[in-house]
């Protein structure tokens, strides 16, 4: 793919999938839903919605994973039983917690809300957000094999 | 979700998402196709199969990875525009490349090629597969919020 097309594939995505590092070194990876900003020096943002407990506590190890590990990595793909369809685009970049008040943080949430109907509802607005900036983006298309 | 209902839902999953940590210590993560094998002491087993140059690298990434940090994390999980919908299963596990041969491999290639049709038609018995074991799982699954 282009980096366009790459950009685009990543903004049309309902859901990715978000791996971290903990702070022994092991991977964790959760489906997370984000928003695409910018063009030029895009960055990925990520709310910290109202969960249930357990939901709750994956999220703190997330934000615990990213202070000790900023850098981390994000995959948006397509799967189809029709392997020539299948594509993929990886993200790595360095993340960092926002809180409400901080610059980008209310872009973020208008971003989030504007993409996903789900999230005008939730108070995401009072909750940090997950940042993510400086990407290298790797892509990935069967062409029909 | 119970631990019997998890390993289901892992199990119908036709793609999870595979994070591996690099030489760096940072995270990457790509979508993989996985066979779940065994009930008590459950394995789950990817093919690194024939794909265009691109993907070969990024596989060889893969087991260059796995080779220097065996943790490994899996998810499988539920997307759905009803949020009350929504569903993972994380894994947590050791993993290790086992050669065509080697105890295992047969049995994955099997399991791979039962679950995925593609797979069939495919040389993946001649190449090594990745086994993770002493998996550790957690779950999530919306109620309706």
Partial sequence: ???????AFVRQARIGHLATVDDRG??????????LLGEDEPVVVSALDEK???VADAELARVRHIRSHPEV????DRYDEDWSRLAWVQIK????I???????HADAITALRAKYPQYRAMAIA???VILIERLRITSWAATGR
Same sequence: chains 1, 2.
């Avoid at 092991?26 to 928003?35: D, E, K, L």
């Avoid at 926002?98 to 980008?104: H, R, S, Y």
């Fill in 93 to 96: 970049g360095h993340a960092r």
């Fill in 52 to 54: 249930p407990k357990s």
């Fill in 73 to 76: 990595a994000v995959i948006v």
């Fill in 26 to 35: 092991r991977p964790s990876v959760v489906p997370f839903c984000f928003a």
């Fill in 98 to 104: 926002v809180a409400p008040g901080e610059d980008g």
């Fill in 126 to 128: 009072q909750r940090p």
């Fill in 1 to 7: 793919m282009t980096a366009t097309a790459a950009l």
